[in-house]
């Protein structure tokens, strides 16, 4: 379980191909490769996955197949910047919102706008999401916790803060590019329990 408040942004250090369709990737994260041990949870760009090894410097992942073809980290390539977040402790603060790093969609940045000091981002997240999501609720992009400031029939709208994209990837992408997005847990029971639950 995670809050969506990045604290490293980490770089992809090495991705080495398997024969089974899956991947072990390398990441370069010098503040959190410290805190994390073997068999720990870290978000990955939104995406929950367990350390396989590590050093003073580094932390390695195996990826799955599946989560090569269903998140954007089949995209990576060696240099990229990445979102970095340990799983929550008992009795951590919750700065964003409950966030389980399964990643329900990629979707896409259509438009990046300064607002101020601010930026809107406008991400194309498909009607199935949007139907989980509210205006002034939250939702995840690329594992940042972020506040819905407007729903369309097949996109969103975000506002950034500086420091937010000073210490994130949104301070890097730009429209084209893929993210990884989960939608609040809570809506998405709410939605299963009503029998809501979008197509």
Known sequence: MFSGIVEELGTVDEIVPKEDGGAKLVLAAAELAPQAGLGDSVSINGCCLTVVGSDSHTLAFDLSAETLRVTNLGRLIVGDRINLELSLKMGDRIGGHFVSGHVDAVGKIISKTPEGDCTVFRVEVGGALTGLTIDRGSLTIDGISLT????????????????????????????????????????????????????
Request: glycine share 12%.
């Open 148 to 199: 819905v400031t407007k729903v369309g029939p097949s996109e969103i709208e975000v506002v950034i803060i500086p420091h937010t994209a000073a210490v994130t990837t949104l301070g890097i992408k730009g429209p084209g590019d893929e993210v990884n997005l989960e939608a609040d847990m809570i809506g998405k029971y709410v939605a299963k329990l009503l029998g809501k639950t979008p197509e």
